[in-house]
Nanobody
């Protein structure tokens, strides 16, 4: 089965930096768009950034200029470099990927997968 595993969440002081990673594994044929979302307590999950297989990126206005999304297609991994963090960035960060995969037969399937989340806490 396909799974996404995030890492890199931590407690950091305001102004600091963190780098999140998310690795996809399993019977993967190809991965299209990969992205990061976040959810703060009592809030809805929101988009942070996305990157296509070709490397085109998109960012939420609130993180533009501070966060950088990138991916390594050979490793099926997406990264989120977060700089100039502030307490408003505190949330559980989830990665997501549009993955084409195989099960036991030759048929390919495509669906969106989510990671389990990693906690980022920024203290003031």
């Amino acid at each position: 089965q396909v799974q996404l595993v995030e890492s890199g969440g931590d407690l950091v002081q305001a102004g600091g930096s963190l780098r999140l990673s998310c690795a996809a594994s399993g019977s993967i044929v190809t991965i299209d768009t990969m992205g990061w979302y976040r959810q703060a307590p009592g809030e809805q999950r929101e988009l942070v950034a996305t990157v296509t297989k070709g490397g085109s990126t998109d960012y939420a206005a609130v993180v533009k200029g501070r966060f950088t999304i990138s991916r390594d297609n050979a490793k099926n991994t997406v990264y989120l470099q977060m700089n100039s963090l502030n307490p408003g960035d505190t949330a559980v960060y989830f990665c997501n990927a549009d993955i084409t995969f195989q099960r036991t037969g030759p048929t390919w399937y495509t669906r969106v997968f989510w990671g389990q989340g990693t906690q980022v806490t920024v203290s003031s």
